[in-house]
T-cell receptor, first 116, second 110 residues
Framework: GAVVSQHPSWVICKSGTSVKIECRSL??????MFWYRQFPKQSLMLMAT?????????EQGVEKDKFLINHASLTLSTLTVTSAHPEDSSFYIC????????????FGSGTQLSVL | GEDVEQSLFLSVREGDSSVINCTYT??????LYWYKQEPGAGLQLLTY?????DMKQDQRLTVLLNKKDKHLSLRIADTQTGDSAIYFC??????????FGAGTRLAVHP
């Protein structure tokens, strides 16, 4: 199946700094990518839908100035957690759908963010 | 509103069958999915079923859908220790916007 690569796998940062997470579709072009957040022992929560060449669509309650999403190319979307705080510590996962295979979503391996 | 519910934990003996259940609320869901998540890893799509189907079988996996009761189940035959993971069911109403259940942790013991 299609491959989605997410980087880094884990990151530790100081409170107040910004962290960028990359999501790449390796063998297909993804016009739409999705960013999820997962708290321990909880399900994934959709944060935003990232559309190539346009602004991301954020879910209710997600701060767009806090979680900056850029989808500059058909194979790359980035999520930047700005001015990170300990409560931003979480597992972030991206996903993308493969053209012609729209019923399937392929997920990255996730990024564990720990803010000290 | 949209809601997906699963039991949180299931323990089975190696070699037995596992059945993970899920209920959903959005009757307009077109696809329903089962994902597997191993510790610290992303989600792996196991299988999916279109809403006009009752059953889908894929090797050791069998998905049953009762659309009237909005009930979805995943059966894993001959469960192995490598099947130990968290299993999420998800429904898709709109284009690729998935609503996930909280996940069922499957523990397989000798």
């Amino acid at each position: 199946g299609a491959v989605v690569s997410q980087h880094p796998s884990w990151v530790i940062c100081k409170s107040g700094t910004s962290v960028k997470i990359e999501c790449r579709s390796l063998d297909f072009q993804a016009t739409t990518m999705f960013w999820y957040r997962q708290f321990p022992k909880q399900s994934l929560m959709l944060m935003a839908t990232s559309n190539e060449g346009s602004k991301a669509t954020y879910e209710q309650g997600v701060e767009k100035d806090k979680f900056l999403i850029n989808h500059a190319s058909l194979t790359l979307s980035t999520l930047t957690v700005t001015s990170a705080h300990p409560e931003d510590s979480s597992f972030y996962i991206c996903s993308a759908s493969s053209p012609g295979d729209n019923e399937k979503l392929f997920f990255g391996s996730g990024t564990q963010l720990s803010v000290l | 509103g949209e809601d997906v519910e699963q039991s949180l934990f299931l323990s089975v003996r190696e070699g037995d069958s596992s059945v993970i259940n899920c209920t959903y609320t959005d009757s307009s869901s077109t696809y329903l999915y089962w994902y597997k998540q191993e510790p610290g890893a992303g989600l792996q799509l196991l299988t999916y079923i279109f809403s006009n189907m009752d059953m889908k079988q894929d090797q050791r996996l069998t998905v049953l859908l009762n659309k009237k009761d909005k009930h979805l189940s995943l059966r894993i035959a001959d469960t192995q220790t490598g099947d130990s993971a968290i299993y999420f069911c998800a429904e898709a109403g709109g284009y690729n916007k998935l609503i996930f259940g909280a996940g069922t942790r499957l523990a397989v013991h000798p």
